[in-house]
């Protein structure tokens, strides 16, 4: 059901976030201090994903999510180790909702529309990451890696 994600996942945006960045850093432009606007919003996006992810159970809720739109197979390339599959902002709408979307980019200074459309581009690699192994983390493994991201934040 779409939205179902729901916002409660983003509530809590304690971020958490150093290898990751250091992996997806070129989307950030490093560890510099953000300057160019769109910078610190994609900074600021990437943070609201991490507090999104750091909600017990949120992968889990993730995969649900993906699945009830239809777009498990999706998901489950970004996990997998062979190559991601693309995902449009209209089908990242429709699994987190619009409302969430919206909530999400509001927090970071962004438009619903550019939301949706940098999420598309950001959580491939995002989940990518934290799935190194080929499969979902447990829950204190990926605790253990957002906890150490969440430096470059404060």
Do not use: C
């Not at 490093?30 to 610190?40: K, M």
């Amino acid at each position: 059901m779409p939205g179902a994600y729901s916002r409660a996942l983003f509530d809590s945006v304690e971020g958490s976030a150093m290898g990751l960045l250091d992996q997806i850093g070129g989307m950030l432009g490093g560890h510099r201090q953000a300057s160019d606007p769109s910078e610190a919003a994609n900074k600021g996006l990437l943070q609201q994903v991490i507090g999104m992810l750091s909600a017990p159970g949120a992968l889990n809720n993730l995969t649900s999510a993906f699945q009830g739109a239809g777009l498990g197979n999706v998901l489950q390339s970004w996990i997998g180790k062979g190559e991601n599959l693309p995902i449009s902002g209209e089908q990242v709408k429709q699994v987190l909702g619009s409302g969430t979307v919206s909530d999400l980019g509001a927090r970071a200074g962004l438009s619903e529309s550019d939301t949706s459309n940098k999420l598309a581009g950001m959580l491939p690699q995002v989940i990518d990451k934290l799935t190194p192994d080929g499969k979902l983390p447990s829950q204190s493994d990926l605790s253990s890696s957002l906890s150490s991201m969440g430096k470059l934040f404060h």
